[in-house]
């Protein structure tokens, strides 16, 4: 899908504000698999984060996070669209969201729920 600058920039703004600035603590995100293709071959998934300053209150953070990473949304299913099989999806999906946002796979760890 693609996604202006403009709305790549605003996501990761937001994400950074939710996520912090990738410090040495980390972040756990929380994964919820969606919807699973008939096939097999893609899933829709809604990574979630706890803040610390809202407790029991989540973060959902799907469409900003597909929007920085640059994939589908899925509106029906509430989460990014992951394509692919073999592997943890929900890693996959949390470690490039690290990637991407802060160069180090590891600054976000994934818990599935």
């Known amino acids: 899908m693609a996604y ?6 605003e996501s990761r703004d937001i994400l950074l504000a939710i996520l912090g600035k990738g410090g040495k603590k980390t972040t756990n995100v929380f994964t919820i698999v969606r919807h699973v293709s008939s096939s097999g071959m893609s899933r829709v998934i809604q990574p ?7 407790p029991g209150q989540p973060s959902y953070l799907g469409f900003h996070a ?13 989460g990014v669209k992951v394509s692919g099989a073999g592997m943890d999806m929900t890693f996959h999906l949390v470690y490039t969201l690290s990637q991407v946002l802060f160069k180090d796979g590891y600054v976000l760890s994934n818990r599935q729920l």
């Open 48 to 54: 979630i984060v706890f803040e610390s300053g809202r």
């Open 66 to 78: 597909a929007r920085v990473i640059g994939w589908p949304y899925d509106r029906k299913h509430e």
């Open 4 to 9: 202006s600058k403009a709305e790549q920039q």
